[in-house]
């Protein structure tokens, strides 16, 4: 975890990152197929935005990790789609070690991309293989799958062909912006695995999605990740937070992980996952759960969860509680 930042931005640097953001908040289908114009704007990027996406990563990786939901007995090809600047691969390899992966495989349609991954990767990774990807294809042994904000430029057309591949890895981890539409995306891309692999996160159950209930239609599924405490007391952080008009506290996301493996219930007891942030107040809390019933509001009272409301009243990614 990196949190501070002693690169030298000019006003430049800064108009570049302020009119690459401009492009990310674009509705999906409008943003340009290539933006990666320059090493030196995904250097930028790099240092900036794929840091935070970074911090995604970890509150995900770290609680599959905590519920041993990949298999380490084994060597993965790892295939990060989209590699951008490897962000997702590094964090990978970070937290769950370098051991569990034989190759990195690097797709991504930007050339400049795949070059500026492949070179940061190689560095931080020298005894892992790293292959630059100049056609699509599967490996044809274990592998995983990784995908990290994609969607908002996936047409319905190149869609397809994720999950095609996607269901031909062991394993799938989808990470993506939470917002409503990038959620909503994903929540399709569930029903459509579903039926072929394993739903192990953020799911508690592989039935139907709740979200799909009329009656749910205003919420959506998302959830939030810590940032490192040490950017609140970073000048480089704050600086960016204005340049931005970004809040430093929220980092909200959408995630997805599937398996080939059923998963092994080791609660032995079922369980509801706790979307978003709940609503606390004395002596209660309003939460939205999510469990094979469907999703829904539920009040919680302190008393007998003051380790939950603990949690909730500091930072906390999301937690899975007995089913309600």
Sequence with gaps: MSAENDFKYTDSDWEQLIQLRNQFLLEIGQIKNQYWTSPQLLELYHRTFAE???WKWEAVLNELKKKEAIQFAKQYVLLDFGCGTGIASSK????????LISELWLWDRSKNAVRFATEK???KNPDILVKDLQQLEAPKRDWILVLSHVINETSDKDLEVILALAGEAQY???IEPGTREHSSRL??????LKGIMNVIAPCTHSEACGMLAKENNRHWCHFFAPPPTEVFQSAFWNQFSKKMEIDLR???LSYLVFSRVPQLNKM????SRVIGRPRLYKGYGKFLLCNRKGVFDSQVLERGNKNLFKEYKTT???KEIEML
């Design 316 to 318: 906390v990614f999301t």
């Design 250 to 252: 929220s980092l909200p």
């Design 92 to 99: 990978f390899i970070e937290i769950m070690g370098p051991s």
């Design 172 to 174: 799938v981890i989808w």
């Design 187 to 192: 929540v399709d891309v569930r029903e459509k």
């Design 52 to 54: 935070r996406i970074g």
């Design 121 to 123: 990767l190689k560095t």
């Design 268 to 271: 032995g007891h079922e369980m």
